[in-house]
């Protein structure tokens, strides 16, 4: 990947039919939290109000650049790549037996003490989406409004069955355009030029030459039966709803059109049970809201925020 990405950038930004009043690379920032250092981005303006962004899992920080080119003029803008993804350390071995929503809950609290802000908006996808509900829950006081993109605690099954065979069936492929030609396949509503820029930032290639995921792709360390797997999730999503019931501050729920995610009956139960909130669906978009549509999405999150 190239230091300078300037051109990609701008490529991905052309395809979207975006008019940012700029295009600008955000800084590659780093930082030693919970015993790994993470990578962060900032896109300046620090005078502004502060907005910190949570991607979703097998993505990365860069995930929000985009939609972040609209925002960026009105918020402080900084995404943080989540542990085991982006550029970001993987969990250490001698914490893979940790409980990993425990561990990225810490993250996200250490990370939000590192920058000290005396308020900020806390807005999450997917993954992300669920470590700011828990981080909402048990730590308010620092949080001026909070957006949860594309998930709940229940989630449709088809939609998780097919992520996941997208991730198995391009685990570790030949070449960068084999990727692109898979991605352009799996989400071909979206730009050629943007998939190329979000996949730049998502690879990595091997001693060998081949290309695979940054992800932390290591098998899990305890074996989960299947019956056991489907009741440990049903007791996180208990605890996810409890943990939304606490919920007090000014919250909104984005939903993709389109999503295989994140149904229509999981978002009213989630209005129905948190205090104040609004909710927004996005049109032309998949549970990947805020890539598939980021001039909507950019638009709806600052009517939220400017409130």
């Given at each position: ?16 039919k ?64 989540q ?21 990225m ?18 807005v999450?996808?997917s ?86 995921w ?30 939304l ?14 999503t ?48």
């Open positions: 990947m190239p230091k300078d990405y300037l051109d990609v950038l701008t490529a991905a930004v052309q395809s979207a975006l008019s940012p009043s700029e295009i600008v690379v955000p800084e590659d920032c780093w930082v030693t939290l919970n015993g790994i250092r993470f990578h962060y981005l900032d896109w300046g303006n620090a005078h502004l109000p502060h907005l910190v962004l949570l991607h979703g899992g097998s993505l990365t920080a860069h995930t929000f650049d985009l939609a972040v080119l609209l925002l960026r003029d009105k918020y402080h803008c900084i995404a943080l790549s542990r085991g993804h982006g550029d970001t350390e993987w969990t250490p071995e001698a914490d893979r037996e940790k409980n990993n929503q425990d561990l809950l810490e993250d996200v609290r250490q990370f939000i003490d590192y920058l000290d802000y005396d308020k900020l908006a806390l999450g996808m993954m992300g989406g669920l470590n700011a509900i828990r981080y909402a829950s048990r730590y308010p006081e620092k949080l001026s409004h909070l957006g949860i993109v594309d998930v709940g605690p229940d989630a449709m099954t088809d939609g998780l069955i097919e992520m996941e065979q997208f991730r198995t069936n391009t685990q570790t492929l030949a070449s960068f355009e084999d990727f692109l030609g898979q991605a352009v396949k799996f989400m071909p509503h979206r730009a050629v030029a943007h998939l190329e820029y979000s996949l730049t930032h998502s690879l990595k290639q091997q001693d060998d030459g081949s290309y695979t940054k992800q932390d792709n290591r098998s899990p360390v305890s074996y989960i039966a299947e019956g056991e797997k489907k009741e440990a999730n049903e007791a996180r999503a208990a605890l996810l709803w409890q943990d019931e606490s919920i007090k501050t000014p919250t909104c729920l984005f939903r993709g059109a389109n295989k995610i994140f149904s229509v009956q999981t978002m009213e139960k989630m209005m129905a049970v948190l205090d104040n909130v609004q909710a927004v669906e996005i049109p032309d978009a998949t549970h990947n809201v805020h890539s598939d549509n980021p001039k909507r999405w950019a638009a709806e999150l600052n009517n939220f925020l400017k409130d």
